[in-house]
């Protein structure tokens, strides 16, 4: 069955390269433009597309209102936004879009979308108008997660932070580390930190972050220099506060409860009187 699908932007030209782009990828059925946001919600309406490529800096109703708007109404058509700007690539995919492409879009990233799109929404066919907008965690996600967007060549994705790693500058790139692989960040460590704060993500040094529920353990450099280690087996030098710090939030420290009678002073230490030289998590070593 073919994917009925609807271009979406202001520029005539922009949309001639869409729809010259779609002729070569089978099984595709353009069922219109519109060049304004409310003339794309008049023809989803109309046509109920099963795909719009969605521009989003149009004039009065752009790409993301769209979006919101659609949110709200019966028919919700897979969306892949088309822009010239990557700065919306959160606040895109956060809102339900499927792919994200940066404009001029070659035909092979455009017929990549599109074999993302049928996957998304049925597999190979597409039989019912799908829900994509809708995130599989909606209303449901883990108390402190949170995600940003990680980019590998010219794709972008939408990571959780349970499923990251760490966050390691390298001059002026910040690479996000999963177990499948690395993706470059569109901000600073800095600006990520803080989009990251509540959550299991905690700096170690000033050009790295790492994920406290994957911290294997903590051992010594020197007097001044921790080594953590990762369960994937990956390490970061970590300055002695900030692994005292990291050690403190992976095992808070107990509180020594006294005796309500008096007699002697119980023998019993909290963990943070201790101060191993080596650290493990779920256990410790001296």
């Known amino acids: 069955m073919s994917l009925r699908t609807l271009i979406v932007d202001d520029e005539p030209k922009a949309r001639q390269v869409l729809r010259e ?33 969605l521009d989003l800096q149009m004039p009065v109703l752009g790409g993301l209102d769209v979006i919101r708007r ?23 995919l956060e809102a339900g879009a499927v792919d994200y492409l ?12 599109v074999a993302r799109v049928r996957r998304v929404t049925g597999c190979e066919a597409i039989r019912t108008p799908a829900d994509p907008l809708k995130t599989p965690d909606a209303g449901g996600s883990e108390p402190g997660s949170k995600k940003i967007v990680g980019r590998a060549g010219e794709e972008f994705f939408l990571l959780s932070t349970e499923e990251i790693c760490a966050l390691q500058a390298d001059g002026a790139v910040v690479w996000i580390l999963t177990a499948n692989g690395k993706y470059q960040a569109d901000q600073t460590l800095k600006v990520l930190q803080e989009r990251l704060q509540g959550t299991s993500l905690q700096r170690v040094h000033r050009n790295a972050m790492v994920n406290l ?8 450099l020197s007097s001044q220099r921790r080594l953590v280690t990762l369960t994937d087996g990956r390490e970061f ?13 992976l095992h808070p420290p107990r509180k020594l409860q006294l005796p309500l009678a008096a007699g002697p002073r119980p023998s019993g230490l909290s963990r943070s009187d201790c101060r191993p030289e080596e650290f493990e998590a779920g256990r410790r070593t001296v």
């Open 237 to 249: 030098v970590a300055s002695k506060r900030q692994a005292r710090r990291v050690r403190q939030l």
């Open 102 to 113: 940066l404009k001029p879009v070659g035909p092979a990233r455009l017929a990549e979308a």
């Open 70 to 92: 659609l949110k709200r109404g019966p028919h919700v058509p897979a969306i892949v936004v088309v822009t010239a700007h990557d700065a919306f690539a959160l606040e895109a």
């Open 213 to 220: 529920d994957r911290v294997r353990k903590i051992s010594p």
């Open 21 to 53: 782009g779609l002729e070569l990828i089978a099984d595709i059925e353009v069922v219109g433009e519109a060049e304004s946001g409310s003339a794309a919600l008049e023809k989803i309406a109309a046509h109920q597309p099963n795909l719009v490529l």
